[in-house]
């Protein structure tokens, strides 16, 4: 294992659809000649695409990310709101320039922002990156050179503390002033083919999850090309942590294993969530240091093996057993996250955009966890779920015991849907409009050019009266001249 210091790649700025809403999901290419082929690609593709919102949603590090992120575009908010209208023309002007209102690279913000904007610019770049370091440092872009990296991740999981606390964080302890502090130094995880990175662990566990489906009987009967274009990923990226687990273990691992050296990694101890203590280590907060000494403990372990379907006790037995040999603890999620009882007083109770998607998504996140404490395999190796009869509990997911593990929000053949049993059509019109402007706050204080419509499902901005809707209330929450366009 080596480990780097941070270094920042060449990006397009865009964020994984894993903390996206919506799960994106093309129709089914249906082939007369080989239908069983047709349905078992789909069935893979679309337990790869869900296995994310299940894995990310019902973890500790999903619901960091989600709190970093709500955070932060709280601040954008907040900060827009109160800018006089000379500083919006001025602000907006500049950004025709490509200058964006908080940028990593300015020398001097002071003379242009002020004093009170300098300190929000450098509240809200601690935020973004840290949420983007703690995914993958890829999307933090090469126009940042030297950030204060520790101070950054320190100052943001404080800032998210003190203004979540009660909010789906732990209270601070009375009489705590002290503030969140790392004793180790940040750094990243290099493997001999690149950096392994928290996204790239849910990219492999959600392959292996495709991979488990194997030994079912109906993708058994299908085309045998389809495993092989599966081999073929495998062989890419999202193989890359499978590979480097194994070059650190010194030995062949099963996909039972490393998805359970997976879900350990993606269970940090993160202050506010695991505990009220404010002093933690970069070892246990990021998933791929986590991942990596995880699998260097297990080098000379030789358990049995877990080759077969694993149990509650078994997943349990093995995180111990990691926890014990490496000294980092398996991260718990303490407090209540949401106090919400269904979908619909999501879409109601909480009215500004920049939390009402984060409600949402925590909401989802109270069940999956309890999921987690009862049966974590079920989340650990989401793929299992799929493949005897218990999966036939999520042939129609909207029955009781099983919504939450699928997004609410969904977009095919780019039109939005949502579950009609659970919300009207207001509802889901208060998440839509919700989730579209919450990810303009970032193209409105960073951003430069036009407003990103990737994560959006296109066809809902071709017609004219549906698209001036949704630019009339984006004006009213961010206030620059920007606007979304027909593609």
């Known amino acids: 294992m080596s480990v780097c210091t941070p270094r920042f790649l060449s990006s397009s700025g865009a964020e994984l659809n894993l903390r996206s809403q919506m799960l994106f999901l093309d129709e089914t290419n249906v082939s007369t000649n080989d239908l069983i082929t047709s349905i078992a690609s789909w069935n893979q593709r679309y337990i790869h695409e869900s296995s994310h919102w299940a894995r990310f949603h019902g973890s500790s590090i999903g619901v960091l990310l989600v709190i970093l992120r709500r955070t932060r575009d709280l601040l954008a908010a907040y900060t827009l709101q109160h800018l006089d209208t000379q500083d919006i023309a001025q602000f907006s002007l500049e950004r025709l320039d490509r200058a964006s209102l908080f940028s990593y690279s300015e020398h001097s913000p002071l003379n242009r922002l002020g004093e009170q904007l300098t300190l929000q610019r450098q509240d809200w770049l601690d935020l973004h990156f ?45 009489g705590e002033r002290g503030s969140v502090r790392l004793d180790d130094q940040v750094a990243l995880i290099a493997s001999r083919e690149g950096i392994v990175s928290t996204r790239l662990l849910f990219e492999c566990a959600a392959v292996l999850d495709e991979v488990l489906l194997q030994v079912g009987s109906f993708s058994r009967m299908a085309d045998p090309a389809l495993l092989k274009m599966l081999s073929r990923t495998f062989d890419g990226e999202y193989g890359l942590p499978y590979r480097f687990a194994e070059e650190l273990a010194g030995r062949k691992l099963d996909p039972i294993t490393i998805l359970t050296l997976i879900d350990f990694a993606i269970n940090p101890v993160v202050p506010g969530l695991h505990s009220q203590g404010v002093d933690t280590a970069w070892r246990e907060i990021y998933p791929p240091l986590r991942f990596a000494e995880a699998a260097l403990a297990i080098s000379s372990w030789r358990g049995e093996s877990l080759a077969s379907w694993p149990s509650a006790q078994v997943i349990a037995s093995l995180q111990e057993e990691i926890a014990d040999r490496t000294g980092i603890r398996m991260g718990m999620v303490l407090p209540e996250l949401s106090a919400a009882s269904s979908l619909s007083e999501c879409a109601t109770r909480i009215r500004h955009h920049a939390q009402l998607i984060p409600d949402l998504t925590l909401f989802y996140s109270s069940r999956l966890l309890r999921d987690r404490r009862d049966n974590p395999h079920l989340l650990s190796h989401y793929g299992l779920n799929f493949i005897d009869s218990g999966a036939l509990r999520f042939v129609n997911p909207t029955q009781e015991d099983a919504w939450w593990i699928f997004p609410p929000l969904r977009v095919k053949a780019g039109r939005y849907s949502w579950p009609m049993d659970r919300i009207n059509i207001d509802e889901a019109t208060n998440f839509f409009f919700s989730s579209a ?4 706050y970032d193209d409105a204080v960073h951003g430069v050019g036009p407003l990103s419509r990737e994560h959006l499902p296109s066809a809902e901005f071709e017609d004219d009266e549906q698209l001036s809707a949704f630019n009339a209330e984006l004006r009213r929450a961010i206030r620059f001249p920007l606007s979304w366009s027909k593609s």
């Open 130 to 174: 840290t949420y983007q370091i703690l995914l993958d440092p890829e999307f933090l872009g090469s126009s940042i050179k030297q950030w204060p990296a520790t101070n950054a991740i320190q100052a943001a999981l404080e800032i998210i503390w003190h203004q979540s606390s009660g909010d789906g964080m732990l209270p601070r302890l009375t």
């Open 437 to 440: 402007i919450s990810s303009a």
